[in-house]
């Protein structure tokens, strides 16, 4: 793995945004696997500089999202669709049919996990993915556990996360208590692989991601068995 160290978040946003935009140069077609959460939000103000700025094109991207919760509607100002509406694709040329984020109000939880699935793999994976890590090493939504599900699944939020994310919503009822989630094999498909991580919480995840083995208590120590990815984070998360 290979690991650039920045100085701080804005350093951090930079220096993603600027592989990100280097796979989008090389290829005006490219399939851009997307995180939601905190860490990505300056890199996605970043591509929407470069965008304005004409030095970037999303005519042609097509994008694959890792996540999102279930149920929820796509309105709903906590899906992960309204995140990236937001945050990066209400503020870039992108044509909004070739965003795709899993469907939060599909009927069936598990056909739409298998479609997503089938989909992704149809694109023979995306060019770049881009992941935040959890303090506790997970990607996506796939928490550290006995076992690993390698494909696009319908996952159980832990009571930990409900309670953690019920600050968000009117009350913890109305916290979904699912999620639909890419696999860790669907995100080991992708080219290449970058992944962010900024402050001193996440130094434990990212230290024994470094240790260069595998184990399903950090789900992200399985990008050691990728050989193109590159950790971008800041001293805080590097030196805990
Ligand atoms: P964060 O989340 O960017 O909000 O820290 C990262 C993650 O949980 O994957």
Redesign the pocket.
């Known amino acids: 793995m290979k690991v650039i160290v920045c100085k701080n978040y804005e350093e951090v946003s930079k220096e993603s945004a600027k592989i990100v935009a280097d796979v989008m140069k090389k290829k005006p077609n490219a399939i851009l696997g997307l ?6 939000e300056g890199m996605y103000a970043e591509l929407a500089k470069m965008n304005a700025a004409g030095e970037i094109d999303f005519k042609d991207i097509t994008t694959v999202n890792l996540d999102e919760y279930y149920p929820i509607s796509p309105d709903n100002d906590q899906s992960y669709r309204y995140f990236m509406n937001k945050n990066l694709f209400d503020k870039v040329n992108i044509d909004k049919s070739r965003t795709n984020v899993p469907k939060g109000d599909a009927p069936d939880g598990e056909k739409e996990a298998e479609r997503y699935e089938a989909y992704v793999r149809s694109l023979g994976g995306a060019d770049i993915q881009v ?5 506790n090493g ?3 939504f796939n928490e550290p556990d006995e076992e690993l599900v390698p494909v696009t699944h319908v996952t159980s939020l832990t009571e930990d996360t409900i309670d953690a994310n019920a600050r968000f919503f009117a009350s913890a009822a109305d916290v979904p208590t699912k999620a639909l989630t890419m696999g860790m094999g669907t995100i080991l498909s992708a080219k290449k692989i970058i992944i ?1 991580a ?2 001193a919480n ?1 130094h434990d995840a990212v230290a024994q991601m470094l240790k260069g083995t595998c184990t399903t208590k950090c789900p992200a120590s399985f990008l050691n068995l990728h050989d193109d990815v590159v950790l971008v984070c800041d001293e805080a998360a590097y030196n805990g």
Do not use: N
């Not at 995180?35 to 990505?40: H, L």
């Open positions: 995180a939601t959460g905190s860490t990505p992941l935040g890590i959890g303090r997970h990607i996506a962010i900024t402050g996440k």
